[in-house]
Every structure is written in structure tokens, then in C-alpha cells.
């Protein structure tokens, strides 16, 4: 069994920046994907940004891109969300998932996921 805990959330202003860490336990085999998510109040979770540990790639959610950046450590137990340039409507709970044998875009699919960190940014 493995376990996923965000941490690294706070408020900040319009134009600040914030990075997010995701910390796994447990079960030390291999994910072929991990991944962002956030869900605003009153919104649809959303993928934000996706990362395959054993190639590299990236993909980002048009409304992060050029401003968020994911991440690995070289021991592959921590993932990174480096958000800048960040914006009201980038409010929201943000978690991180894994997967062993996808790379899913629903997060309710994701058989690994951790509770949330919340991010909010505000004048």
C-alpha cells in the first residue's frame, strides 16, 4: 500500500509563486505516471500537469501552461509542482495521483491519490 501526502500550499498574491511537494510511502515499486490535480469550489477536478518517471514527459492543462512545472526527485519519492505567475482562478485543493500501468485524466480513476493541499491566491 502506498501513501500520498501533498504539502507546500498556502495563499499567496497574484504573481507569486508556490511550490508543491508530494511525498509517497509505503510501497516502493514503480508508477508509470503521477500527476496533479485541482478541484475549485464549484468546479470539475481537472489534470493540471502529468509526468512519466521513467521517461521524462510532461503534459500540462492549457490553463497552467508556461506557468506550472512537475517535477521528480532522483529517488522518484517526491513530486513537484512549481506554480508561478500565479492566478485568482488558480484557487483551488490540489492533489496528487499515481498510477502503476496508465496515466489516467480523471482523478477518480487514479488508484493512488493523496487528500489535498489547498492553494489560494488573493489580493
Known amino acids: 500500500q502506498v501513501q500520498l501526502v501533498e504539502s507546500g500550499g498556502g495563499s499567496v498574491k497574484p504573481g507569486g509563486s508556490l511550490r508543491l511537494t508530494c511525498t509517497r510511502s509505503?510501497?516502493?515499486?514503480?508508477?508509470?505516471?503521477m500527476a496533479w490535480f485541482r478541484q475549485a469550489p464549484g468546479k470539475e477536478m481537472e489534470r493540471v500537469a502529468r509526468?512519466?518517471?521513467?521517461?521524462?514527459?510532461?503534459n500540462y492543462a492549457d490553463s497552467v501552461k508556461d506557468r506550472f512545472t512537475v517535477s521528480i526527485n532522483a529517488g522518484k519519492t517526491e513530486l513537484y509542482l512549481q506554480m508561478n505567475n500565479l492566478k485568482p482562478e488558480d484557487t483551488a485543493t490540489y492533489y496528487c495521483?499515481?498510477?502503476?500501468?496508465?496515466?489516467?485524466?480523471?482523478?477518480?480513476?487514479?488508484?493512488?491519490r493523496g487528500k489535498g493541499t489547498q492553494v489560494t491566491v488573493s489580493s
Open positions: 509505503g510501497w516502493t515499486g514503480h508508477f508509470y505516471c
Open positions: 509526468l512519466i518517471p521513467g521517461s521524462g514527459s510532461t
Open positions: 495521483a499515481a498510477e502503476i500501468d496508465s496515466c489516467s485524466m480523471k482523478f477518480t480513476e487514479c488508484i493512488n
